[in-house]
């Protein structure tokens, strides 16, 4: 199972049951894993200001599935913070993995958007 995978797994059960702990089995992306699932949970309300504020409020929960809002969270959490994973391989990464939860439409979805915000987030790099 790929990393990312893993962490939208993991982002997924806490916001059903916020009082679940969170395990994280040996992996060898155990520490990106731990890193960016607690990452999304401590740093909530700063991911969310920053889709809102490039797609103009219009990305709210109750107009987008949980799990496409997860994955684009995740993901923006990665282009803001881990900053030696070039922008390709995240969005790449993430678009590949929403291959596995959503249909075409929600996968082009999260595509464009992620394509949208790493271009304001991430001027500087390829």
Known sequence: MSARVNIIQKLYSKKIDKEA???????RYKTL???VVNGVLERQELIDEKINSFLNN?????KSDKIVKIIIEAAVYELIFQHNTP?????????KTANLFLNNS????VNAILDKISKNLRINDN
Do not use: A, L
Request: hydrophobic content about 35%; proline content about 0%; overall charge positive.
């Open 87 to 95: 922008t390709k391989v995240i969005i790449s990464e993430y678009v």
């Open 33 to 35: 894993i731990k890193n």
């Open 21 to 27: 702990k969170i395990i994280f089995e040996k992996n």
């Open 106 to 109: 929600q996968v082009h979805y």
């Open 58 to 62: 219009d990305f709210k929960d109750n």
